[in-house]
């Protein structure tokens, strides 16, 4: 074995995996250096090239074509146009020509962004005492984590689809209400904005959970009995002792939570029955039935740029917390 | 205020004085982690996350086509989606590209991994983690737009119409996904084991061989069970590349919900669910074998 | 004069550009001869690690050159070179087994079979391990693990072995059990040591020479005794071992050694090092146990302050009649000695020959 490894040694050699640095003194390093800058961008090349390929470079198109005029069938004409931008915003009247505010588009983009901050708030007021249960078991803490990391690995289709299941008219809930006569007609739950909050909380909870357990988990408790030890109620330890030191974690599960609901397109489409639109429907829409890929692609560009701003605040709190911590 | 409970009491105001009750009783040992009400709450959360998921697997059994009204046991749900090719076709189309995504998304997040841990700050970073870490960033709605489009041209240049976008634009979201694990156990790994291999005359190709890799195997593993299990998952980025006939597994779901539900979704949804667990109990063991 | 086992020739070594540039080791010039134990002792940051790893080629110097056996090392990767290391954290290949890690390094060399099996074997006895043998790393103690990091670095046979501070991470007494170990493998091998340490004792201890380094320069390099007894520089008086620093006037010159006034008008004999002549005024050392307390005819006086007791001595503390504070050390004795009582005033006596200029 040792020779056959031998041999191959002197193969890599020649094919410079790494600085085999050459010259004297000043010049190794300085050769070593340069080389190792190039093997980096060489080990990162084909990771790249996919990502601009098929994640970052088609972006691009969106933004051109945001400028462009919608196609009868769909597409688009390749001429300059501000009318899918103007459409985002605006409406003109089909018979006179005026111009208002585009209301439907507006209101959609507005319910969105309500229902993404209560779905926030839910997953946090349901998941911060998850998290910190976890976090604060003594044993069998390791299959706890593994109950909430199921769900999150799990199809998103799946668990929308078993929601709908339990809640629709013909649903185990509203049938076990009618059996026990509490009800006759079945409630409709099922296609209702409640539907889609009650789904995307569901959905997205282990988003919140697993971040918050994260910093739940480096919480030194002496801390928490220094708290007690001077006088601190359980409410008061609570809130000005273990609250601040998992900030960081309650922000990122905030983000992780809003980011996805903002964008949500399966679960809406599903639970919301398609009259309770949210933007991604809206988006999906305009490159069906709306055949109108400039203002799809317009709406696509705006809510980035909102997924974007919510990031950048994000970062911005992020890197100033950790800069209290550290 | 009773002052003669039990030792836990003590002067001054805070959690060891007692209100209220003059009849001396046991009380729970006071902890320092316990908050009253939140392992109610957590435990509500996993009643309510499991719930519809075992009701879902439960009525997949159902002998009626009743997804509430238990009609005996069956495997006819399971029967039928076993006979139907379009979920046989879908399947095997989901398990196809995943395969490939997979696998190439491991392959080139492992080499990024490499090229961008443990190794000085370089020229152009901060641009290499946003455009690897960018799938997990922006709205999958948005990047299916935008795959759309981009797809849509050059299927017109090359008429080319194969599984070939879908493989691409899974690989494409599933590098972060394989990069993460992966570079974790690399920035665990202790940087003096390849110095030390080095200084004992291994060849950087042999410190990478004997060395780095072997160590590195537990998160490429995990890497490439993460991004099959999230490229099964993907609904909504296929749902815009997909040509017709392209249907995977869960976009064709997606598509039947639409219509008349049958127990027999049940059925092909907690197949489809066992699969996930399955391969996610793998990668929980093999990120827990970390240390 | 044989060739040197490692010689370093004016090396330099800066780490960053611009105003973050640290300049780690500025044109240090080292001779370490063959088979020698070797210490380099300074605090954290004074550029011995970084000087160690020059050696073992981990880091390429910025300017500068280091010989090993006479011959040019820059250049030359790590893989390259005849020398292995000890590292502080002993970084044992975690998914190898004691064997396998001692193994390592003469597999990479291509050893037969048959003879790396054989060294493994007399690896594992040289350091006491053969029980060990086919444990995985994780599973032995911290001691062990030090002794397979040594055995894997000794089983090549390198020209140099590099010790970086490997028994830092051991408590006291397996520290001193193991100081007592490297000096016996030292001596058995033939191998020249060079062991990097922030642990003045443990260079004293265990050094055949030793030198001193602070802000990535040598400032003296010397057996034990000589750096101990005849420090150079105040930073070296001060590093090792505990000193009294005392203002003198110089009296008279004559060969390398001078005539002093110290601030008591008491007149001293002392080393002088080279460049200090032509000084009036200097700063000497007096290492504590080389003085007394002394009623009749003092070197110095002044009041004491304090007196603490450790066991086998006591240490008093006095304020001299300058103003500067002197510290006396005495060994104790059963009888208890002679009580002296906080703020009496009283006289010190500097033993002959106990007093060194020191360069500034």
């Known amino acids: 074995m040792a020779i056959g490894e031998a041999t191959s040694d002197s193969q890599a050699e020649g094919t410079g995996v790494e600085p085999a640095a050459s010259g004297a003194g000043e010049g190794a390093g300085e050769a070593a250096h340069r080389q190792a800058v190039r093997r980096k961008w060489l080990l990162l090349a084909p990771a790249l090239a996919i990502l601009v390929f098929a994640a970052s470079g088609p972006l691009l198109i969106v933004l051109v074509y945001s400028f462009l005029s919608p196609g009868p069938y769909g597409g688009v004409e390749w001429a300059f146009s501000t009318e899918g931008w103007f459409r985002v915003f605006f409406t003109r009247d089909i018979f006179d020509d005026t111009v208002g505010p585009a209301d439907a588009h507006l209101s959609i983009f507005w319910r969105s962004v309500q229902l993404s901050v209560l779905t926030t708030l839910l997953a946090f007021l349901f998941g911060f005492p998850t998290a910190y249960f976890i976090a604060t078991r003594e044993r069998n803490r390791e299959v706890w984590l593994f109950l909430i990391t199921i769900p999150f690995w799990t199809n998103l289709l799946i668990r929308t689809f078993a929601i709908m299941e339990v809640i629709r008219n013909e649903g185990i809930i509203n049938t076990a209400l009618i059996a026990l006569g509490l009800i006759e007609q079945p409630i409709q739950i099922l296609f209702t904005d409640f539907s889609i909050l009650l789904g995307m909380t569901y959905v997205y909870l282990p988003l919140m959970v697993l971040p918050l357990y994260a910093s739940m988990d480096k919480i030194d408790f002496r801390l928490v009995e220094a708290a007690y030890d001077l006088y601190a109620t359980r409410w008061q330890a609570l809130r000005r002792v273990i609250f601040p030191l998992v900030k960081p974690g309650v922000i990122a599960g905030s983000i992780l939570v809003f980011i996805p609901s903002l964008g949500a397109y399966v679960t809406p489409r599903v639970l919301g029955g398609g009259k309770n639109l949210m933007v991604g429907n809206l988006i999906e829409l305009q490159f069906g039935q709306g055949r109108n890929w400039p203002l799809g692609a317009a709406l696509s560009i705006t809510l980035l740029v909102i997924v974007m701003v919510a990031l950048i605040l994000y970062v911005r709190n992020a890197s100033r917390s950790g800069a209290e911590h550290g | 205020m009773a002052s003669t409970t039990d030792v836990g009491t003590r002067p001054g105001p805070g959690p060891g004085v007692d209100t209220g009750t003059t009849q001396p009783r046991r009380r729970r040992p006071f902890s320092v982690k316990r908050l009253p009400g939140f392992a109610t709450v957590a435990i509500l959360c996993f009643v309510m996350l499991y719930a519809p998921i075992f009701t879902l697997v439960v009525y997949s059994f159902n002998d009626g086509t009743s997804i509430a009204i238990w009609e005996g046991f069956s495997w006819r749900w399971y029967e039928a989606a076993w006979a139907n090719e379009q979920v046989k076709e879908a399947s095997v189309r989901s398990v196809v590209i995943a395969s490939f995504a997979s696998l190439i998304a491991t392959t080139v997040a492992t080499m990024a991994a490499l090229a961008t841990t443990r190794s000085r700050n370089f020229k152009g970073q901060t641009a290499v983690y946003a455009m690897i870490n960018q799938p997990l960033m922006v709205p999958e709605i948005v990047t299916g737009v935008a795959l759309l489009i981009f797809f849509a041209l050059i299927k017109v240049a090359t008429g080319y119409t194969g599984l070939a976008y879908l493989v691409a634009a899974h690989t494409a979201f599933c590098i972060p996904f394989a990069y993460l694990p992966i570079r974790a156990r690399l920035e665990s790994m202790d940087l003096s084991l390849e110095t030390a291999a080095a200084d004992l005359y291994a060849t950087p190709w042999m410190a990478f061989r004997r060395i780095t890799l072997p160590l590195l195997w537990p998160g490429i593993l995990a890497g490439l069970m993460l991004a099959f299990v999230i490229s099964l998952d993907d609904v909504v980025i296929t749902e815009f590349v997909k040509s017709a006939g392209q249907d995977t597994l869960p976009t064709y779901m997606l598509g039947q919900l639409r219509r008349v539900v049958t127990p027999e979704m049940n059925a092909i949804s907690t197949v489809f669910f066992s699969i996930s667990v399955a391969l996610v109990t793998v990668f929980f063991f093999l990120s827990r074998r970390r240390r | ?360």
């Open chain 3, 1 to 360: 004069m044989a060739t040197a086992a490692v010689e370093a020739q004016r090396v330099s070594k800066v780490f960053g550009e611009g105003p973050d540039q640290v300049v780690a080791l500025d044109a240090v010039d080292v001779q370490i001869r063959q088979n020698e134990f070797f210490t380099l002792l300074g605090p954290s940051g004074c550029g011995k690690t970084t000087l160690l790893r020059l050696i073992a080629g981990f880091d390429h110097p910025t300017g500068g050159s280091i010989l090993l056996n006479g011959e040019e090392m820059s250049g030359l990767p790590p893989f390259k070179r005849p020398v292995n290391t000890v590292f502080q954290n002993y970084a044992l290949f975690p998914h190898m087994t004691v064997a396998g890690n001692i193994a390592f390094g003469l597999e990479m060399l291509g050893k037969g079979k048959a003879e790396v099996a054989e060294t493994v074997d007399r690896m594992l006895k040289l350091v006491r391990m053969e029980a060990l043998k086919d444990r995985q790393t994780s599973q032995i103690s911290g001691g062990q693990q030090q002794r397979v990091a040594l055995a894997r670095a000794l089983a090549p046979h390198p020209q140099v072995l590099l010790l970086d501070e490997p028994l830092s991470a051991l408590d006291l007494k397996l520290r001193k059990e193991m100081q007592i170990e490297l000096k016996r493998l030292q001596h058995e091998t033939g191998i020249t040591f060079i062991f990097v340490t922030h642990d003045q004792e443990e260079a004293l201890t265990m050094s055949d020479r030793i030198a001193v380094m602070n802000h990535g320069k040598i400032l003296q390099i010397g057996s034990p005794r000589e750096v101990y007894d005849h420090p150079a520089e105040r930073f070296v008086a001060n590093f090792i071992g505990e000193t009294n620093l005392i203002e003198a006037d110089v009296l008279a010159i004559a060969d390398g050694s001078a005539r002093l006034r110290l601030g008591s008008g008491v007149e001293t004999e002392a080393d002088l090092p080279d460049g200090m002549e032509g000084r009036n005024r200097v700063t000497v050392a007096v290492r504590p146990e080389h003085a007394s307390l002394a009623d009749t005819d003092p070197t110095l006086s002044g009041q004491l302050e304090t007196v603490v007791y450790f066991g086998t001595d006591t240490h008093y503390h006095v304020r001299l009649d300058g103003g500067d504070l002197f510290t006396v050390r005495t060994q104790n004795t059963r009888d208890g000695g002679e009580a002296h009582a906080p703020g009496s005033p009283i006289g010190i006596r500097i033993a002959e020959k106990s007093v060194q200029v020191l360069r500034d």
